[in-house]
């Protein structure tokens, strides 16, 4: 069995100033450095070089919450991964929920985009999950497998080598209602399936993450699963007391 690091993400959404980033970036590196999990913060692009500044020699990583398909051109309003990667991004979060239904991104479109993070050397975390009506349907399995099928269809298993999914069930973002641990963990394993249909190693390797209300008093049960390596994580992350409890949880 792959030895899986578990990783604490913090996507910070459209929150801080400038003086506060550096704040939450300050107190989060100095508590992180004992940890055995990997600690990845997220703020939003501007402030991206405010955290770089703080990061230091300190163990926590930086990434960012979205990135354009191109790396160059006539795109106004967009960030790319090449740009991104200058500023010590290491990571970017792709296809968020709020992305998909706000932005209007298919799964095609968030292919492209982790196509796109991959050839600029850093890591995607693609976010996958259903609504409350496709859960209510039954259609859990068929919603994850589009999402995850656009990028094995077009770039192939290969592309899972350096991915981080992350399992955001809708219905549990930002809404105080956590999946249980084992309904999280149906999906999880569900999810490692798929890419173990293709290629066993890849999915034993790939780090898949639980997001949607994780807080300090429900992380250790659902970081306990034996598919989840881990959490992105929404508001606990803007508190750098809660998200470092959250984060002790996963070692
Ligand atoms: P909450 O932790 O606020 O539910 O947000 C989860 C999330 O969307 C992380 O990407």
Request: hydrophobic fraction near 45%.
């Amino acid at each position: 069995m792959a030895q899986r690091q578990p990783l604490i993400a913090g996507n910070w959404k459209l929150n801080g100033s400038r003086q506060s980033v550096v704040d939450l970036a300050t107190a989060v590196s100095a508590g992180c450095g004992q940890l055995s999990c990997e600690v990845l913060v997220c703020p939003t692009s501007v402030h991206i070089s405010d955290v770089l500044g703080v990061l230091g020699n300190t163990a926590l990583h930086l990434g960012a919450q979205n990135c354009a398909e191109a790396t160059s051109g006539a795109f106004t309003g967009e960030v790319s991964a090449t740009m991104l990667a200058e500023y010590g991004c290491e990571y970017v979060i792709l296809g968020h929920s709020e992305r998909r239904a706000m932005y209007h991104e298919s799964s095609d479109i968030v292919a492209a985009k982790c196509k796109a993070v991959q050839e600029a050397g850093l890591t995607p975390i693609l976010c996958v999950g259903e609504t409350l009506e496709e859960r209510e349907a039954g259609q859990v399995e068929s919603v994850i497998a589009e999402q995850l099928d656009a990028v094995l269809n077009g770039a192939g298993v290969q592309a899972f080598e350096n991915m981080v999914v992350a399992y955001e069930p809708v219905w549990a973002i930002g809404t105080g209602k956590t999946a249980s641990p084992e309904q999280a963990q149906d999906v999880h394993a569900m999810i490692r399936a798929r890419i173990a249909s293709h290629d066993n190693a890849t999915a034993q390797a790939l780090r898949i993450l639980y997001g949607g209300s994780v807080k300090p008093d429900n992380a250790a049960t659902l970081f306990s699963q034996v598919d989840i390596d881990g959490g992105l994580i929404g508001g606990a992350a803007l508190d750098a007391e809660s998200f470092l409890a959250i984060c002790e949880a996963a070692g």
